[in-house]
């Protein structure tokens, strides 16, 4: 069970960025910009943590892979399909760069969109599916069970979490590695397009 706490950040123009940009278009009159304060902290280092991307191969995989997530031991990479209908799949690890491709995560797809997998290291499966969407009866998407090494048994929706208002929906999410916090986004579909018109990232803890 998740209790959900406050949201941690809303996408969107707020009045921060609004201040930076008074403050920025202000030094732009200026011809003659006043040097850094002696005071200023050093310019940050660039962040070099990931470099020199190499594409990953899913032998036996001829799909579109989309959303990926690999298992905290490194052994398994959970990933969505482009088409048809956006299921779950799963492949073992071959090297750093090849996953031999094992098949759908066939109990958890429906004709719905089920994706954005993600597990914490004691094997707590996550991922969302819109299957069981529908307002006003039911607004969950998040879902949970227990990986086994071939299929997830006990999957279940996430309640508590929904807010209920139609076209508002979770969506992404991610698991902490020991399991006691989940991240997701509550997107604003209201507007009628197949991405959000805002969404904000809220966070939940295990109770």
């Known amino acids: 069970m998740f209790d959900r706490r406050?949201?941690?950040?809303?996408?969107?123009?707020?009045f921060l960025p609004l201040l930076l940009l008074m403050f920025w278009c202000a030094s732009c009159g200026s011809d003659d910009p006043s040097p850094s304060d002696p005071g200023d902290p050093p310019a940050p280092e660039p962040y070099t943590a990931f470099t020199n991307p190499?594409?990953?191969?899913?032998?036996?995989f001829t799909?579109?892979?989309m959303?990926?997530?690999?298992?905290?031991?490194?052994?398994?990479?959970f990933f969505n399909s482009f088409v048809p209908n956006k299921d779950l799949y799963y492949a073992t690890y071959v090297d750093d760069t090849t996953f031999e491709f094992q098949g759908a995560i066939s109990v958890l797809n429906t004709p719905a969109v089920e994706g954005a997998p993600t597990m914490d290291a004691s094997n707590r499966f996550y991922y969302v599916g819109t299957s069981t969407y529908a307002?006003?009866?039911?607004?969950?998407?998040?879902?949970?069970?227990?990986?086994?090494g071939v299929t997830v048994s006990g999957?279940?929706?996430?309640?508590?979490?929904?807010?209920?208002t139609p076209g508002l929906l979770n969506f992404d999410i991610e698991v902490s590695p020991d399991g006691a916090t989940i991240y997701f986004n509550d997107g604003d579909f209201r507007g009628g397009n197949a991405f959000p018109?805002?969404?904000?990232?809220?966070?939940?803890?295990d109770s």
């Open 135 to 148: 307002p006003p009866q039911d607004y969950d998407t998040l879902h949970g069970g227990i990986w086994n």
């Open 67 to 77: 959303e990926p997530f690999i298992s905290r031991d490194g052994v398994y990479l």
């Open 54 to 60: 190499e594409m990953v191969t899913i032998n036996g």
């Open 6 to 14: 406050l949201p941690a950040s809303r996408r969107g123009f707020g």
């Open 155 to 164: 999957s279940s929706p996430l309640t508590g979490l929904a807010i209920q």
């Open 197 to 205: 018109d805002r969404d904000t990232i809220s966070i939940a803890v």
């Open 63 to 65: 799909n579109h892979a």
